[in-house]
């Protein structure tokens, strides 16, 4: 059974930082592009960030650029999300997500075909 568990989100105060982890299972997703979505209550899921399977290329929504890093250990079958300088607007549940084959579509909900349940990141201001 494939599984996606997200850990690590939490209540912090602005400009504090929480370090996500996506802990896969079922199969190894080594040759998979990763990728990170949240959802803010009454928003649709928007794209965070996504790693494709080395590890070489990686894209970030602009509203993170420069706060967010995301990377992976294939060893371990896990990616992580640093967030830091966290903002009151980063508030949301955080969702990873794996592909076989995105494309172009990494920053789309549809390209995805497996997903965790979700972790609580909310940020106070």
């Known amino acids: 059974q494939v599984q996606l568990v997200e850990s690590g989100g939490g209540l912090v105060q602005a400009g504090g930082s929480l370090r996500l982890s996506c802990a896969a299972s079922?199969?190894?997703?080594?040759?998979?592009?990763m990728g990170w979505f949240r959802q803010a209550p009454g928003k649709e899921r928007e794209f965070v960030a996504a790693?494709?399977?080395?590890?070489?290329?990686?894209y970030y929504a602009d509203s993170v650029k420069g706060r967010f890093t995301c990377s992976r250990d294939n060893a371990k079958n896990t990616v992580y999300l640093q967030m830091n300088s966290l903002k009151p607007e980063d508030t949301a549940v955080y969702y990873c997500?794996?592909?076989?084959?995105?494309?172009?579509?990494?920053?789309?909900?549809?390209?995805?075909?497996?997903w965790g349940q979700g972790t609580q990141v909310t940020v106070s201001s």
């Open positions: 997500a794996a592909s076989r084959y995105t494309g172009s579509g990494y920053s789309t909900v549809r390209a995805y075909d497996y």
């Open positions: 079922g199969r190894t997703f080594r040759n998979d592009v």
């Open positions: 790693i494709n399977w080395s590890g070489i290329s990686i």
